[in-house]
T-cell receptor, first 115, second 109 residues
């Protein structure tokens, strides 16, 4: 496989459930990102990992917990979510320093619905 | 604070009807302006990067231009397959991107 792969593509979970989103990149990039995309709002940066270390956490609630075990894999662990957390969650990767001439490579996203 | 705005929010065109999308930015020291295309239910896909005022890039029916305060994405004789949301973004001080809200383009046959 090439590019950035996200699983699952769709997820429906109750507010008391625990689930995880997975992202895998096959591009040899050294930075990975989680973004949240809600309807009619700009992409919101959630977490950044550079060389497997978290470098940014944009005031994200603790019910979202990222994990980056190596430079190719990124997880987003979810627990006790709220209905307003329903959104498209996008993973991206890039090569730092600098964004290069082609910026991020995005995965296809996980459409999350919290019921 | 770095900001990116886009207009219009939505645009409906007839097939073959050319138009332009706007991206306005406020950043301290532009280090590139990036255009992406996003299809429904998918992640954004890279289109262009522009680095300096006056620069232009073309790809099929799309042409992106850059001034000191804004960028335009010109669509010439669009086809229904050009329907998508078009996003622009600029890197912030931390090398992360600030994205605009996007323009949702619909091209009707």
């Amino acid at each position: 496989e090439t590019g950035v792969t996200q699983t699952p593509r769709h997820l429906v979970m109750g507010m008391t459930n625990k689930k995880s989103l997975k992202c895998e990149q096959h591009l040899g990039h050294n930075a990975m990102y989680w973004y949240k995309q809600s309807a009619k709002k700009p992409l919101e940066l959630m977490f950044v990992y550079s060389l497997e270390e978290r470098v940014e956490n944009n005031s994200v609630p603790s019910r979202f917990s990222p994990e980056c075990p190596n430079s190719s894999h990124l997880f987003l662990h979810l627990h006790t979510l709220q209905p307003e957390d329903s959104a498209l969650y996008l993973c991206a990767s890039s090569q730092l320093p600098g964004q290069g001439s082609s910026g991020y490579t995005f995965g296809s996203g996980t459409r999350l619905t919290v019921v | 604070e770095d900001q990116v705005t886009q207009s219009p929010e939505a645009l409906r065109l007839q097939e073959g009807e050319s138009s332009s999308l706007n991206c306005s930015y406020t950043v301290s020291g532009l280090r590139g302006l990036f255009w992406y295309r996003q299809d429904p239910g998918k992640g954004p896909e890279f289109l262009f990067t522009l680095y300096s005022a006056g620069e232009e890039k073309e790809k099929e029916r799309l042409k992106a231009t850059l001034t000191k305060k804004e960028s335009f994405l010109h669509i010439t004789a669009p086809k229904p397959e050009d329907s998508a949301t078009y996003l622009c973004a600029v890197p912030d001080y931390g090398q992360n991107f600030v994205f605009g809200p996007g323009t949702r383009l619909s091209v009707l046959p």
